[in-house]
């Protein structure tokens, strides 16, 4: 009994490396999955036409588009419940959207999604997120 007092006590001083050392607990939490960061605002006039309209649907449109936003989950189920991929979920990945189709549904809403106003995406900004999105003509 006697030498497990100073082994006790080390492991005490030392908890940080114990700690450390100690195996994963079984059934824990899962891992915390990667905060999902948006491109910045392309700098500049926001009024202005040519725009990096991938940068801006990800900075607009991202917190509801990207994987795991609201939107892409809505999508998702949709686009599962018409016959087709999940990845289909993502805007990004749709093939069969129009620009615009794209602009009518920003300035107008979209059952779950809401209207953005022209504060919010100006009219240069949705002409080139319609340009990137819109893979299905104008
Ligand atoms: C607040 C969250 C939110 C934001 C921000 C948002 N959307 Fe949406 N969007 C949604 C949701 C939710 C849906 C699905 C609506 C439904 O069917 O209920 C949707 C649907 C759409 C659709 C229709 C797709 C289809 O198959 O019907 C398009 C296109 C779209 N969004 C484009 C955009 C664009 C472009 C932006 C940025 C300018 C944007 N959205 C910003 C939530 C959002």
Excluded: W
Excluded at 76 to 90: S, V, W
């Amino acid at each position: 009994m006697k030498p497990l007092l100073p082994s006790l006590l080390l492991c005490l001083l030392a908890a940080p490396i114990c700690g450390r050392a100690a195996a994963p607990i079984p059934n824990g939490p899962p891992p915390i999955p990667p905060y999902q960061m948006r491109a910045a605002l392309p700098a500049g006039d926001r009024l202005a036409a040519g725009k990096d309209g991938a940068a801006l649907f990800s900075n607009r449109c991202g917190a509801c588009h990207l994987a795991g936003g609201m939107g892409t989950n809505l999508l998702t189920k949709q686009r599962m419940a018409a016959g087709e991929p999940p990845e289909n979920g993502l805007l990004a990945n749709r093939k069969d959207l129009t620009q615009t189709a794209v602009k009518v549904i920003v300035r107008h809403g979209k059952l779950a999604m809401p209207r953005l106003t022209r504060v919010e995406v100006t009219d240069a900004e949705l002409d080139a997120i319609a340009k990137y999105l819109g893979k299905a003509g104008p």
